[in-house]
Nanobody, 116 residues
């Protein structure tokens, strides 16, 4: 079945920027939504951003105004542009796709560390 490959994570200084990418491979099918979750040690998983098939976006209050989610239907990819990064943004970021039938596929996660 479809699998997701994430990239773009790494170490960045506070105030810096990073762009996460998530590309889907496998059978091309209708996708209802794509998005990103993140989880830091000792904290509950947080929904960061979502984008639906009609380009409706949602953002967590903690990152609103700093992060932007986008997608490329031709490349079957979803991106997360992260600007003005803060140490509290440090987490493992997971991308997912949600099909019209409600099923989700998750990536392995990419580590983002914001530190001096």
């Amino acid at each position: 079945q479809v699998q997701l490959v994430e990239s773009g994570g790494g170490l960045v200084q506070p105030g810096g920027s990073l762009r996460l990418s998530c590309a889907a491979s496998g059978t091309y099918f209708s996708i209802y939504a794509m998005g990103w979750y993140r989880q830091a040690p000792g904290k509950q998983r947080e929904l960061v951003a979502t984008i639906t098939s009609d380009s409706t976006t949602t953002y967590a209050d903690s990152i609103k105004g700093r992060f932007t989610i986008s997608r490329d239907n031709a490349k079957k990819a979803v991106y997360l542009q992260m600007n003005s990064l803060k140490p509290e943004d440090t987490a493992l970021y997971y991308c997912y796709i949600q099909r019209s039938n409600g099923l989700r596929t998750w990536g392995q996660g990419t580590q983002v560390t914001v530190s001096s």
